[in-house]
């Protein structure tokens, strides 16, 4: 049984030298264990059993004469598979790095995206708030502007000739909003710019003119004096 | 490997090894600690016997093979039948869902300028079991969020886990918030609608309520339209909350709600709030409504209440004030219904404007006798005369000429009695009883607008069909609505109809114009340079604690259209006075004049020129 035992480790080991260059020149063992076809077993004298049949010899002997032929070809092989190993562990490295990268730089991007989406924003918020037709008013109203009065019309004809449709007025600056006078027919007094060839008189026509100009009955209160208010509704000659 | 069968039992075979080859021991020959057996290999020479061998190889390969199929076998039930379980309870713990809110619809003026639009903003709040030192984080809080220190340092010392701190903070602050770096303290989403124009148009846009919901006006009828459907985004996310790069990143985009554009003008809109705010702060009117419409196409261009609301401050208002009264309150109109009584008569052949009736000062009706407001002895009044002095007892005269029938008929086909499908929450139909129980005192008072209740916006129609050649378009509010991808989808247009012909409706203009003017009810109606018609109202205002009219007040009112040559906009107005006196041609007709004037001149409508023609109100001898 010891026989067999060794032999069983011999042809176990033989392919483990025998993977290495180095290791199949001089070793003894495998010296030793060379001539094969010999059944005397090398080492110890152990009484021999007669019923050992285990390895059979035959795959060993074609293992051994194939290995040496890859062996040639091995290292190459490795080699490349080492290579493939490493560039694969490389080129995942170098990628997923630079994704996080990418993610990093997008999260950055985004976060500045929406500090200038909340500026637009913001910035809109203001426009949309002065737009409104109070603010406006306000604003007009400070500037010394005065509500636009009814409306007169040059229409000119085919011919050239012009008529004058309504009656201009000069807009007249609202007494103090704390006494709104109701409203009277008073007419107010003609400006003398009126008679200008406007085309339309009234601020409605003026882009400088806020649009919510309020016609207001309180602006015909007869404290006023409709010459002297400083109207940028009065006819502007340019026409 | 058959090295793996020795066992204790090859031990004492290893015979080929005497004791005496074995090296001399260290410790003595004999004795409890000499090992029995040589050192060296254990193995025996002698191993098992074959069979013993086989036998246990087979044993022990079906065991391996047992255990294997049973790890296999629980591997492929983990991986085959349950697997798409674990997988996905494995994803779901990986996977964060976040709600993406869809930006609710803007509501515009038909010139586009915003009446309602979203933006963002945040709510702060806060895990009082992290937060370090409430009173500190108060301290730097309270003025950011304006919020009383006393209130954050309670909150924030609080158990739970949970405090609301502010709502709908600015962005702005919130980035000085987060400067702060507070440990604790966190922003969710809390987008917030703004109202820029304010109390201009706040009754027609209405409002939202805390969870955004629409809760009146434009923002309840169109809700749906305008809230859109929230998205959400479910990504993969690490250990510390942060997506993974690669993970899964799938987001259902939420879909923006839709802009609702108005027939609103916003200026007209600022306007006519602000003169009949001016009207309505005058010590004696307590409400007043006001509508304008666009006649060829029956577009509301404003309408407007006072005292109205600001939306943004509509959970700070008196519920009371938040309703639209142009639509959904109904007052007894007065004599601007004689127009519809008047139309029905000349409709029916039963007069002509030159027709002349002999109008005493006062009529039996029933119970009761119906005066004039002067009075006045037996006048040879034409039919324009009766309209132009607004004689109670000549259109009751034409009413029982037409008959109650038809003229409940007209009255209807003017819209009163029922919606006019303005795209309103809460309009009201007005009330108009059928006229088979119409008793004789009723029979009187309804051809001069008594014992019938309209809205303004019903009054307004009426005026819009005789401004329109007679055909009535109802009124709408609502030009277009545009989806997020920016396609405008034009609002349903309202059914046009004919409800008298076109010479009775130019025959009605025509007498409609010498109520304003020179002999008419209202001279303070008319606007320089235009001619205008129109008709003055004034009604007895029911007196709400007795139910009847004494000491009721009155409602006046006025509604016209201009140019009378060319009508282009209807504006009704309505003034509610229970401790005034005052006719519609005194109070409401200035309005009037005010908000057509500007109306008409913001559109640029150039005046026809042609001279007001001269009435004839009375019979002239013949």
Redesign the interface.
Known sequence: MTRATARAVTTTARPTTGRTTTARTTTARTTTATPRSTPRPTGRAVPARPELRLVPSVPARTRRRVAPRFASGRAPFVLLVVALLVGTTLGLLILNTAIAVDSLKATQLRAANAERAQKVQSLQQQVVAGGTPERIAAAAAAAGMVPAGPAAFLVIAPDGSSTLRGTPEAAVAPPAPATPSPASASPAAKSPAAESPAVKSPAAQSPAAPSPAAPSPAAKSPAAQPPTSPSPASPSPAG | M??TSRGRGAGPRSG?RTPAERPAPLRGGEGPFVPRRAPGTR?????LS?DQRGLRNRWGLIAMITLLVLVVGRLAVLQGVDGAAYANAAEQDRLRTYPIAALRGQVLDRDG??FA?T??ASRVVADPTVVESPTRAAHELSPLLHVPEADLTRKLSQDGRYVVLASQV???TVDAIEALKLAGVLFEDDPVR?Y???T?GGQVVGFVGKEGAGLAGIEQTFDDELAGIPGERRVEVGSGGN?I??GIDESTAAKDGSTVTLTID??L???TQ??LG?AC??GDTTEGSAVVLDVKTGQVMAMASCPGFDPTNARKTDPKLLGNPAVSDVFEPGSVMKAVTVSAALEEGVARPDSVLTVDGKIDAGDHVVRDSHVHGPIDYTVTGIVAKSSNVGTIMLARKVGNEKLEHYMRAFGIGSRTGVELPGESRGILESSADWTASRAANVPIGQGVSVTTVQLASIYQTIANDGVRIPPRIVRSITSPDGTAHAAAQAQATRIVSASTAADMRYMLEAVVGEGGTA??G?????RVAGKTGTAQRPNPSCGCYSGGGYVTSFVGFAPADHPRYVVAVDLERPTGGGDGGGVAA?VF??VM??A???A?V????SPRPDFALTATTP
């Open positions: 058959s090295t080929g193995r025996s020479g002698a191993g074959m300028r915003p639009y933006v963002d600015a962005p702005q703004l820029p124009a304010g201009v997506p790069p690669s916003e200026d809109q600022y306007v602000k003169r001016e702060s005058d001279p303070r008319a606007i320089e340079g235009f200035p004049a005010d004037r500007y008409l001149t913001a640029g150039v005046p026809s020129g």
